[in-house]
């Protein structure tokens, strides 16, 4: 289905209302706007989109009270922010979102990381050329990680923000395992289901016709007007600094294709939130052990590669104004933040004018 290309952008949460009103109808959230909900999936994927939501947001698979949408919830775009955690644990320390397997801060008994950044510990196995120098006995690695949307997921494989998943069955399957202390096993047929729910949620909505056969007349920038001057000058910002990484309609591709779409931002080497660090050693090709410290090296934990230090999955852009906070460890609370990362980062000297014209072209996003 191609939506006209003048149609406006329509935030998250009313596209997730079109779905939750055209789904089982157990969860309904409120349309801030009253916008029109976008119209229902097609047929032959309705079946296990209504069976997805229900999982998404009624399955603990025998586990720790969890679902998906305990830490993906509807009301904050699919993610979860400091604010909610906040409100959560206000309302009830005991809610499910507080657990000690990933979102204590290690004794089990407080949830300051969460509760102040929204970061959960997530455990990734270390290829065999890394060992942490302080357990060299252990074989993964504890990293804390913010919770990114599920919007645009159906574009932009790989999943989780160093690429470690290839497909969104593997990635839930992580998931359930993971978070949920599982008392039972997810059949094939329930991750199928929970995909086809997640890979309906788009956003701007007419992203959805980047997925149809038929893509003729999407050109470049089809699905962001850029229209006032000073948007109209982030833009050539952006165009200057941000691009290079951050190019293609989800903006998260390199615009040299033969450039990898992992790349560092720096922002484990700021370590702004001062998370532990670990001292890490990667074997090299001639046996000679180089030591490295970092609290979450991203891709290099699962290539081995030094190369690869501190680098992630470059994230999709678009709706970025619903997703705050940012960077893999939230360690940016704005947009302003991000922009003032790069700047000292990157020494890219984006004056106060060009940041405020930047901002005024990632809202549009
Ligand atoms: C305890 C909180 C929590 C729960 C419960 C949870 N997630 Fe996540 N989710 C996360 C975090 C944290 C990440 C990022 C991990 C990383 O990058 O290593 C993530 C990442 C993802 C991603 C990757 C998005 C992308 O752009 O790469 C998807 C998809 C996802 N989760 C779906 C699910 C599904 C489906 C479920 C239920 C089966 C689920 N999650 C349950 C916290 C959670
Ligand atoms: C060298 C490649 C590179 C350049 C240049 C670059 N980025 Fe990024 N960007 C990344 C990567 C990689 C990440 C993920 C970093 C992380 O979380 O550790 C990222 C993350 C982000 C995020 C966080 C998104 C989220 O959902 O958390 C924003 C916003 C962003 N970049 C905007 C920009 C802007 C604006 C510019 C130009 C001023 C820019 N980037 C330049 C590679 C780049």
Not at 22 to 40: D, H, L, Q, R
Not at 179 to 198: I, N
Not at 200 to 218: C, H, Q, V
Not at 321 to 332: E, G, I, L, V
Request: proline share 8%.
């Amino acid at each position: 289905m191609r939506l006209p290309s003048g149609e406006r952008a329509i935030p998250f949460a009313l596209a997730c209302v079109s779905c939750f009103l055209f789904g089982s109808g157990t969860i309904v959230t409120a349309a801030p706007n009253g916008a029109n909900p976008s119209p229902p999936p097609a047929n032959a994927r309705a079946g296990a989109f209504e069976q997805g939501e229900d999982l998404f947001f009624h399955e603990t698979f025998g586990g720790n009270g969890r679902t998906c949408s305990t830490c993906h919830d509807p009301r904050n775009e699919f993610t979860m922010s400091p604010q909610l955690a906040q409100q959560r644990y206000q309302a009830d320390p005991t809610h499910p979102l507080f657990r000690p397997i990933d979102s204590d801060d290690g004794g089990g008994n407080s949830y300051a990381t969460v509760l102040d950044h929204a970061l959960f510990r997530v455990t990734i196995p270390l290829h065999p050329n890394v060992v942490i120098l302080d357990a060299p006995g252990q074989r993964t690695i504890t990293v804390w990680r913010g919770v990114p949307t599920i919007a645009n997921v159906d574009l932009t494989a790989p999943f989780l923000q160093d690429g470690r998943a290839s497909t969104l069955q593997e990635q839930a399957l992580g998931a359930i395992k993971g978070h949920m202390q599982p008392s039972r096993k997810p059949t094939a047929k329930e991750l199928d289901a929970l995909v086809a729910f997640e890979t309906e949620f788009f956003y701007p909505l007419r992203l959805r016709a980047l997925n149809d056969a038929d893509r003729t007349g999407i050109g470049p920038e089809f699905s962001v007007p850029v229209i006032s001057p000073a948007a109209q000058r982030g833009k050539a910002v952006f165009d200057l600094h941000c691009r290079r990484c951050h190019d293609g309609e989800l903006l998260d591709e390199p615009s040299n294709p033969s450039v990898s779409h992992f790349a560092s931002a720096f922002v484990s080497d700021a370590n702004t939130l001062n998370l532990p660090l670990f001292r890490l050693g990667f074997r090299q090709p001639d046996g000679a052990v180089i030591e490295t410290v970092s609290p979450d090296p991203g891709r290099a934990a699962l290539t081995g590669d030094l190369d690869d230090l501190n680098k992630f999955d470059t994230p999709a852009l678009r709706g970025l104004k619903h997703t705050a906070p940012y960077f893999h460890d939230n360690s940016a609370d704005t947009l302003e933040q991000v922009i003032d990362h790069y700047n000292s980062s990157f020494n890219m000297q984006i004056t106060f004018d060009e940041r405020d014209d930047l901002l005024a072209y990632l809202e549009l996003l």
